[in-house]
């Protein structure tokens, strides 16, 4: 038998594109506000304060350039969380049951932490914050080329449909960066180990 | 939480196109590139989608970088299209000899780089049928456009042999009127808005890169859809 043996939390290759991801989400998130700007589809805008670019022409400049390290970046966490079995062994196995018995727990302030182990509703939150993260992008493509890539403005419902997919997949995940931010505020022991990758029991060795 | 780093960001990007800075240069650099892969994403066979007549947006939107009053008003009976640049037959074109050629309509939607998009219907001459009577050499990489209110742009040949592209006469079953390109404008539905010049008074072919009144301010070159 193999002794236990201790992993790093966040192997190298997941925290360098953690961070990698936050440059590009803030770039990507500022410059697209600066675009909605200029048709906004709903009575609000967004003040120069979170838009990047101060005009169209340069938001959409600061968007289509920052849009390659999102989608590297991204593909790249996608193909190694498949590859290494990242997704399989963080997000998996997932059940409706298993969430609601544990948010259940929660409530109760019954749900122990287990470091290095997501429970079900953290597993939930990151597969739906990968899937706004495919989504946004799908959408983003779709309206970028809706004649070239008709396909993916097609699968929005319509150009028109796209921008309101495209808004909406990304206040999903502004909304996921609210709640982590504060679970990192609330739990401040979890940001050292998105730095230096940290160490933890690995429980299937 | 972002906000610390984007507010220390330079606040406006491409404000001074004649002096740009680090980031101008990033951007140019990133928007050159774009060119790039869009020219490998533009499949001259692939179509704008068309619409019916009932989806023709009523009343049309007017888009300038004036207001309404100030279109240009070209008078039709003397007008002349000016041809430049490596085209064999550079004679200038009247109304009356472009109404003669074939006309195509189409239906299709136009989008503005801002995000909006309008269904019109325009009807005028395919612009490779255009260049195959003037006998303009296709193997140039730009068609550029010069325009009767100062606005100017230019396009790739790939596009501007896309079947779609025309030279467009009419709009909604009427000759156009000055505020929406009279008496001559580029409908390029593979494109966004402003890469459809109105009222062009030159076209001219060559391989020297001529940019565009948006182009040259930072909008991306290409801008294909």
Redesign the interface.
């Known amino acids: 038998m193999d002794q236990p043996r201790t992993r790093a939390i966040h192997p190298w290759p997941l925290r360098l594109m953690h961070w990698l991801n936050v440059v590009a989400i ?1 770039m990507m ?2 410059s697209g506000l600066q ?2 700007d ?2 906004p589809l709903f009575v609000f805008t967004f003040p ?11 938001g ?3 968007h ?2 920052f849009i ?1 390290l999102l989608m590297g970046n991204g593909l790249a966490y996608l193909v190694w969380g498949s590859v290494t079995g990242h997704f399989r062994r963080k997000f998996f196995p997932l059940s409706p049951r298993m969430v609601a018995r544990e948010v259940w727990a929660a409530l109760r302030f019954k749900l122990p932490h287990r470091k290095g182990v997501y429970n079900s509703v953290q597993r939930l939150l990151y597969l739906g914050v990968i899937f706004a993260g495919i989504a946004v992008v799908v959408s983003g493509l779709g ?1 970028w ?6 396909f993916f403005t097609d699968l929005c419902g319509g ?2 449909a796209a ?1 309101y997919v495209h808004f909406f997949t990304m206040a999903g995940i502004v909304a996921f ?1 609210f709640i982590h ?1 504060l679970l990192v505020i609330l739990v401040p022991k979890s940001l050292p180990p998105m730095i230096t990758g940290g160490k933890f029991l690995d429980p299937q060795s | 939480m972002a906000l610390g780093v984007v507010s220390t960001l330079p606040a406006c990007d491409y404000d001074d196109p004649a002096n740009p800075d680090l980031a101008d240069k990033f951007l140019h650099m990133m928007s050159a590139f774009n060119d790039r892969v869009q020219r490998a994403l533009f499949n001259p066979h692939t179509l704008a989608p068309t619409f019916s007549p009932d989806q023709i947006t009523n009343p049309p939107r007017f888009n300038a970088f004036y207001d309404i009053s100030q279109a240009p008003v070209v008078d039709p009976a003397s007008y002349r299209l000016e041809l430049a640049g490596q085209i064999q037959q550079t004679a200038p074109w009247s109304l009356t000899a472009l109404r003669a050629l074939p006309r195509e309509s189409q239906i299709t939607r136009l989008i503005c780089v801002e995000g909006w998009r309008v269904i019109g219907q325009w009807a005028g001459v395919p612009l490779r049928d255009f260049f195959r009577r003037i006998g303009a050499d296709t193997t140039c990489q730009y068609v550029s456009f010069k325009c009767a209110d100062g606005y100017y742009s230019s396009i790739d040949m790939e596009s501007a042999l896309h079947p779609q592209t025309v030279l467009a006469l009419d709009f909604l079953g009427s000759p156009l009127t000055p505020a929406f390109g009279a008496p001559v404008r580029l409908r390029i539905p593979t494109k966004l808005g402003f890469k459809n010049p109105k009222s062009i008074m030159q076209i001219s072919v060559g391989n020297v890169y001529t940019g565009g009144y948006w182009e040259d301010q930072g909008y991306n070159w290409f801008s294909g859809s």
């Open positions: 803030v998130i500022g675009i909605y200029a048709s120069p304060l979170v838009t990047i670019g101060g005009w169209l022409a340069a959409i400049a600061w289509l350039a390659w309206i080329k809706p004649v070239q890539l008709w150009y028109f921008r960066m931010v």
